[in-house]
């Protein structure tokens, strides 16, 4: 697929999510639903309590954009099921990501202006040249627009999300992180932030970044990864996605991460995806001693 038409759709998908956002909460009871303010944006999360008297503690799911497995529905549907297991359960709206800052900053400012109108034939000569000799080494398959979604701002974004779920729950237990695509690989990078609030356990599914530079370190955060770790894959996922899950699992046993432990899940037939999901995940974490 074309990288900048997925780009588009990926950032199309993310506005288009903003939109349902507040309309999502709306079916909600109000006691239920928390405002999280951040630097640069403002989402929300629904909490959904646990049913058992005995709980095992906070699992925070992180809503996926569009259609995916982790969409609001079918999220909703999980958080259903771990609640019945004992989980208090946070759906955190991905809302957020589509009110990043821009990562493109104008560094001309009035003084470089006047400089540039003083300049000399020779040196603007000179640079048009460069730009020429530049444009020479621009081949057809690349792109010369810079992507409409930035890692690099988005990851902070998600350290400060992060930081503030940590720092306003009230819930004793375990603290399981469940995430999904750039969601997924952006909770994963913002591991290598040395301040940022980390769970006991994180469950990823097809976790995958649309540009091939960023998605090629996917293996090598996820054997670094500092805590237990269960890594879902779909044969239906998309390419960026599969492209990357071999070397997770090889990554993670050469650098012998314990408490791995990946899952490739076939199509869905007679059961729904998200049902392969929490069953996935309830086994994982028993086996964890949870």
């Known amino acids: 697929m074309n990288f900048r038409f997925l ?9 288009q999510h903003t939109v349902l956002a507040s309309d999502i909460a709306r079916q909600f009871p109000t006691h239920t639903v928390n405002e999280i303010n951040l630097e640069n944006s403002a989402t929300y999360s629904i909490r959904i309590d646990a049913q058992r008297p005995l ?8 809503v996926s954009p569009g259609r995916g497995k982790l969409s609001f529905y079918s999220a909703l549907d999980l958080a259903n099921e771990l609640a019945q297991k004992g989980w208090h359960v946070d759906l955190v709206s991905s809302s957020w990501l589509s009110s990043q800052p821009n990562p493109k900053i104008d560094l001309i400012d009035k003084e470089s202006m006047k400089d540039a109108a ?7 000569m000179k640079e048009t040249e460069t730009m020429a000799m530049t444009e020479k080494n621009i081949q ?10 930035d890692f690099t701002s988005l990851q902070t974004q998600m350290v400060s ?17 469940i995430a999904e695509g750039v969601v997924a690989a952006l909770l994963l990078a913002s591991a290598s932030d040395t301040l940022v609030a980390t ?14 530079e960023i998605n090629n370190t996917i293996p090598e955060l996820t054997a670094a990864y500092p805590y ?21 699992k090889t990554q993670a046993n050469v650098k012998i991460k314990l408490d ?17 999901v929490g069953t996935e995940i309830v086994g994982w974490t028993r086996s964890l001693g949870w």
């Not at 057809?140 to 979604?149: A, K, R, V």
């Not at 791995?260 to 392969?276: E, F, G, K, N, V």
């Open 118 to 124: 003083t300049m000399t034939d020779a040196a603007s």
């Open 140 to 149: 057809p398959w690349m792109s010369t627009l810079e992507p409409d979604i």
């Open 161 to 177: 999300l992060v930081n503030h779920l940590n720092d306003t729950t009230d819930t004793n237990g375990f603290r399981l992180f």
């Open 228 to 248: 237990p770790l269960l890594d879902i894959g779909f044969a239906a996922s998309n390419r960026f996605a599969l492209s990357t899950i071999n070397a997770r």
């Open 55 to 62: 709980t095992l503690g906070l699992a925070t799911v992180f």
């Open 260 to 276: 791995y432990r990946q899952r490739m899940l076939p199509r869905a037939q007679s059961r729904t995806a998200i049902d392969w």
């Open 199 to 212: 769970p006991d356990a994180v469950a990823l599914i097809s976790p995958f970044w649309p540009q091939n």
């Open 7 to 15: 780009v588009c759709v990926v950032a199309l998908i993310l506005c």
